[in-house]
């Protein structure tokens, strides 16, 4: 059975630094697409960085030069590393699997990814 487990959540102070992880079991024949989606509160899931098998990542805006994503495939493991956190960086950060070709495009969202892992809590105080 497929499980994606998330980690390194926590608080944090503005300017500070933490490292999420997201370790997958399970067998997928064929993944597409990793990536780091994030929720707020009354706000919609969002993705703030995505990992391809053949191209550069891709980063939400907000996120450009601070978030950087990365995978260890002979640990299983996908990292979100990120820096100079912000209060409104604040979230649960849910690590997600596509296996369909939907998830290159620019324009996709938590619905062209379908497992999940639980999600771990980040705080950012000001």
């Known amino acids: 059975q497929v499980q994606l487990v998330e980690s390194g959540g926590g608080s944090v102070q503005a300017g500070g630094s933490l490292r999420l992880s997201c370790v997958t079991s399970?067998?997928?024949?064929?993944?597409?697409?990793m990536a780091w989606f994030r929720q707020a509160p009354g706000k919609e899931r969002e993705a703030v960085a995505t990992?391809?098998?053949?191209?550069?990542?891709r980063y939400a805006n907000s996120v450009k030069g601070r978030f950087t994503i990365s995978q260890d495939r002979a640990k299983n493991t996908l990292y979100l590393q990120m820096n100079s956190l912000q209060p409104e960086d604040t979230a649960m950060y849910y690590c997600?699997?596509?296996?369909?070709?939907?998830?290159?495009?620019?324009?996709?969202?938590?619905?062209?990814?379908?497992?999940w892992g639980q999600g771990t809590q980040v705080t950012v105080s000001s």
């Open positions: 990992s391809f098998s053949n191209r550069s990542p």
């Open positions: 997600a699997k596509s296996t369909t070709y939907s998830c290159y495009a620019a324009g996709a969202t938590s619905i062209d990814y379908g497992y």
């Open positions: 399970g067998y997928i024949a064929v993944t597409y697409c």
